[in-house]
């Protein structure tokens, strides 16, 4: 069984762009959460691999979302995946114990480079 | 955003960003050009926030909008609400890249909100049109940058 990944983002395009991404690769999308909410609420259910966190959303944002789960699971792999992609919002996600950034647009061998790059901790 | 960069180097930002993100997510050649006014369009619009208070509209007709999305769902039939989220994603990535630009050139931080479509033009409340800058596809069809300020910021 692949590694298990959990796409937090308000866009359904990158669900679809993920699992696309994903296929034929050692990791699959194991749960969709359109917001941070349900996020929270889902992850003990889940417990993901890696989860790709978008930054903007309606209600709570990714950064938030991110800072509650990893409260509740420090060990949870949360990589920020956003379009916003510039030194503060990289500092407030490192600050906060995300694992890394993905930054749109992406390609395949980014995403898997960024993911191998969480689980080993480099 | 107009009191951080000038306008000549804001335009050059939002042009090349257009310019670049479209040809790498949707594979489709913009360059500066004439389009005729207002054909059949859509339009995204976001809003900038902390150090900007400004807005940003993407117009483009519906022909350009439709073959967006189906290159960047790589199928050959889309539906409308295909064509909606995938606009609000590029402009989200369009978005992205601007503020990036921004924070490279200006050292300012901005966030933007969460974008919004519209069927035909779209004029945002407590805004003016600043300026815009237009842009004619490989197939010709018309697209718009349109960037507007808040009507108390001077």
Known sequence: ?122 | MDAILSQEKLRRIYEEAACSVTKKLMGITLRPGKPLPDRNACTVYTSFARGAHSGFAFRAEKSLTERMTRNMMRMEQVQEQDIEDYLREYLNVLCGQIVAAVFKEAKVGTRFGIPEFYNGSYYPENMEKSWEVSFLSDQNEGAWLIHYKALNVK
Not at chain 1, 83 to 96: C, G, P, V
């Open chain 1, 1 to 122: 069984m692949g590694k298990r990944v959990m796409v937090v983002d308000d866009s359904r395009i990158m669900e679809l762009q993920m699992e696309n991404l994903l296929r034929g690769t050692d990791y699959e999308v194991a749960a969709y959460c359109r917001n941070g909410q349900e996020a929270i609420s889902r992850y003990e259910e889940v417990m993901p691999d890696i989860v790709t966190m978008d930054i903007l959303m309606p209600g709570m944002d990714g950064l938030e979302t991110a800072q509650i789960i990893l409260e509740g699971f420090p060990d949870a792999k949360i990589l920020m995946l956003s379009s916003l992609a510039y030194d503060d919002t990289i500092q407030e996600a490192t600050q906060i114990g995300a694992k890394g950034f993905i930054y749109k647009p992406f390609d395949q061998e980014q995403v898997l480079d960024a993911f191998e790059k969480a689980l080993n901790g480099t």
